[in-house]
């Protein structure tokens, strides 16, 4: 099955600063990707999603951004972080059709 | 936006069934419905799911109307660390199909 690798576990960053998380997927080719963002006693609200290289859906406009460089690399950044961009980050991937999603143990991000 | 509506919290007594109702009306044919739980500070975590005949698993049980309008999640016997927040997505077949949270239910039990 497929593993799903994300870090840091926990970031500590200035407003302003630059952001890049990375999730890296083992076990599988060609998968689904989502980046989801989960505020303090929230839901997780969809960032964006990804269906092959290159390819990157964008469900909310915001101060963030994702590439995909390769099959199996998501990355979600940010050139100037806001303090509402602090939240638990999720990557997640899924083999599509009626297949479930596996999700990463998160970022913990906290902007001050 | 979420197609599944769910009671915001629940509370279960550990060692009895926790019976998690989900709407999900207008829910397409081709739409599956998935649930997925949280335990604090973690990662969602795939439960269980089914498109229109109920479904068991080692984890619980998925009961489906057969209008498909609404379903029902099964925890046969509630434990302590089933107490989680418990999400109801309905997801259809096309690779490109996101997958969008709801409010979810927190499920709390009770010793």
């Known amino acids: 099955s497929q593993t799903i690798h994300q870090w840091p576990a926990t970031l500590v960053q200035p407003v302003g600063s630059p952001l890049s998380l990375e999730c890296t997927v083992e076990g599988t080719s060609n998968p689904n990707l989502y980046w989801y963002r989960q505020a303090a006693g929230r839901g997780l609200q969809l960032l964006f999603y990804s269906v092959g290289i290159g390819q990157i859906s964008s469900e909310v406009p915001q101060n963030l951004s994702a590439s995909r460089p390769q099959d199996r690399q998501f990355i979600l950044s940010s050139k100037k972080l806001l303090l509402s961009d602090s939240g638990f980050y999720l990557c997640a991937c899924s083999l599509g059709g009626h297949t479930e999603a596996f999700f990463g143990q998160g970022t913990r991000l906290t902007v001050v | ?111």
């Open chain 2, 1 to 111: 936006d979420a197609k599944t509506t769910q009671p915001p919290s629940m509370d279960c007594a550990e060692g009895r069934a926790a019976n998690l109702p989900c709407n999900h009306s207008t829910i397409s044919g081709n739409e599956y419905v998935y649930w997925y739980r949280q335990i604090h500070s973690q990662g969602p975590q795939y439960i269980i799911h089914g498109l229109k005949n109920n479904e068991t698993n080692e984890m619980a049980s998925l009961i489906i109307t057969e209008d498909r309008k609404s379903s029902t999640l099964i925890l046969p016997h509630a434990t302590l660390r089933d107490t989680a927040v418990y999400y109801c997505i309905v997801r259809g077949v096309s690779s490109a199909s996101k997958i969008i949270f709801g409010s979810g239910t927190r499920l709390s039990i009770r010793p």
